[in-house]
């Protein structure tokens, strides 16, 4: 009898090893072999080992879940002496209370348990249930889901309370968290038109006294000496804009330090700033910069370029800040002399701008939540490679996506409608199909 459950356990280790219908009973998907040396591994392979190990991550936690709706079922104080599953489970597990009885109670709500007559008590959401069940969702999504469906009044009918979670499932197994959590708000304001009106936040105005100094290694020294009234000011403006990136559809989370944040949020108020038509010098166009480079380093992104005579950036950032920018172009040949100096062209006019902030709404790519004035006028076709500064050929980009497209493996394009797509990496989607930001306009 001592022997007889480690024996068990062993037997459902081993098959859960090669097959996790014995385990869970909830999928048909192997587990995926480790290779022997992971760092020959491509990076397509790298991509589909992380996907295959997460799906099999969330198929188990819902067969986890399945066992703990039964378990609810029977009562684990008939089975196991417990006053509740959720004790039960923290002594199994080793985690405390507070940590077993949200697992728990997500269990309960994805399946459906019996009462105590034996009657069938149908589960908060099936569909969520369902989609966990394939490892298309995870315990984020889900939580995020029970929670939308708990501010759902009760004097609400059961088959629109159904509707409104098969939606919200259906759309968070493509979708990030920003999209539910718009169809969340959307949803309950058909169901809850009454709800609380949102205040509208008291209005900043941001005042400060600094001094900036450029060091030998060419970065810049900033020292600020603010009261109290203005470094709180200054402070709720920087933290407006150094909130963590959520994590979007390109799957990639915000690893900046809290100071590098901060910095990029300095960044975007000085883009603000010199983007306002009534700013001297600048009149609503964006930074005025010398960048000299080589005609070959722009076309192919390789080497270095001068900025302003003084400092130095990559040919690739070079291409990216050409996107959008007053580019005074000057030609060198191969001994650095100076061949041809051109005058300074506009490549993104105001009224292209103003036409691309309606148009996008703002960021474009899928999933981000950034407006137009936080972002970039990217082309399409890169105009050092030929391409027309004209609106079938500019999309708007907040600077992180702006980079990721430069430099990772999206790829934007616009499609028959006169709208940009965009198409996700091969280990994200092996049929790369298009996809859209919906955060910005109904239809998209």
Not at 46 to 73: D, K, N, W
Not at 285 to 313: N, P, S, W
Not at 341 to 352: D, E
């Amino acid at each position: 009898m001592v022997n007889a459950p480690v024996v068990l356990l062993l037997k459902i280790t081993n098959t859960c090893s090669t097959d996790v219908r014995y385990c869970c009973g909830v999928s048909e998907t192997f587990l995926p072999e480790l290779p022997q040396e992971l760092w020959r591994a491509g990076k397509l392979e790298l991509a589909h080992g992380v996907l295959q190990f997460l799906q099999m991550m969330r198929i188990a936690s819902a067969g986890l879940g399945r066992y703990l709706a039964e378990i609810e079922s029977r009562g684990a104080k008939d089975l196991y002496g417990y006053g509740s599953t959720a004790a039960w489970f923290a002594d199994v597990a080793g985690l405390s209370r507070g940590e077993a009885g949200p697992i728990v109670s997500q269990a309960i709500a994805l399946n459906p348990t019996r009462a105590l007559d034996d009657t069938e008590v149908p589960a908060v959401a099936p569909a969520t249930g369902a989609a966990a069940a394939e490892g298309a969702i995870g315990s984020e999504r889900i939580k995020q889901i029970l929670e939308i469906l708990a501010r759902i009044p009760s004097d609400v009918s059961v088959e629109d309370r159904e509707c409104a979670e098969k939606t919200l499932a259906d759309l968070a197994r493509d979708a990030g968290p920003r999209q539910v959590s718009k169809l969340g708000d959307n949803l309950l304001a058909w169901l809850d038109p009454d709800g609380n009106e949102p205040k509208d936040p008291e209005p900043k105005q941001p005042s400060r006294e600094v001094t900036l100094e450029r060091r030998k290694d060419g970065f810049w020294t900033l020292n600020g000496l603010l009261d109290d009234e203005l470094g709180a000011r200054t402070a709720a403006a920087l933290e407006a804009y150094a909130a963590p990136r959520p994590i979007d559809e390109s799957g990639q989370a915000d690893l900046r330090t809290t100071a590098e944040r901060q910095g990029d949020a300095w960044a975007e108020l000085l883009d603000l700033a010199v983007a306002c038509p009534d700013q001297p010098g600048t009149n609503g166009y964006r930074t005025l910069i010398h960048v000299t480079i080589g005609l070959e380093e722009l076309k192919t992104g390789l080497g270095t370029a001068c900025v302003d005579f003084v400092g130095k950036m990559t040919a690739r950032e070079a291409r990216m800040a050409a996107c959008d920018c007053l580019m005074l172009p000057i030609v060198m040949n191969a001994a650095g002399e100076p061949l041809d100096v051109g005058r300074l062209k506009r490549f993104v006019t105001p009224a292209q701008r103003r036409a691309l902030n309606i148009r996008d709404g703002g960021c474009a790519f899928p999933g981000c939540h950034r407006r137009p004035r936080n972002c970039h006028a990217h082309h399409i076709d890169h105009w050092a490679d030929g391409g027309p500064t004209d609106l079938r050929n500019l999309v708007l980009l907040c600077g992180f996506h702006h980079r990721l497209i430069h430099h990772g493996d999206w790829q934007v394009r616009m499609a028959a409608d006169g709208l940009p797509e965009f198409i996700p990496p091969q280990y994200l989607d092996p049929l790369r199909k298009p996809r859209r930001n919906t955060l910005h306009r109904a239809t998209a």
